[in-house]
């Protein structure tokens, strides 16, 4: 049975808890946009555990039939924000500075949290 676009959202969030990232948050935004369902916002501690978690990302990506969406990136690496976009789910891979500065649970306040 194909997992939900919910599921994926709540396992990567797992998984990304699995790798160190910290304050792991699930936001469900399906009817506050167009674009997208689901938001997991993770804090990393620097640019290579960005990296790692990226990495990690795309494993579970390519074990699940999924795709990555915008591979090209604009913004230099170690950037305090990483975004990958799946489609129905958006990973926001951010440093503790960007998390505060962007504060993305405050914007998308009308989002039901899952974690």
Not at 1 to 21: F, P, V, W, Y
Not at 30 to 36: D, M, V
Not at 73 to 81: F, I, L, V, Y
């Amino acid at each position: 049975m194909e997992k939900t676009d919910e599921q994926k959202a709540l396992e990567i969030a797992k998984l990304l808890q699995d790798e160190k990232a910290s304050d792991v948050t699930v936001l469900n935004v399906s009817g506050l946009n167009s674009w997208t369902d689901f938001f997991v916002i993770a804090t990393v501690n620097s640019a290579t555990h960005s990296q790692g978690l990226y990495k990690s990302v795309k494993d579970y990506v390519a074990e699940n039939a999924m795709e990555i969406h915008r591979t090209t990136r604009k913004t230099p690496q170690g950037d305090d924000w990483n975004l990958v976009d799946l489609g129905n789910v958006v990973v926001h891979l951010m440093s503790q500075e960007a998390r505060g500065f962007y504060e993305l649970e405050k914007l998308w306040h009308a989002g039901v949290k899952l974690m």
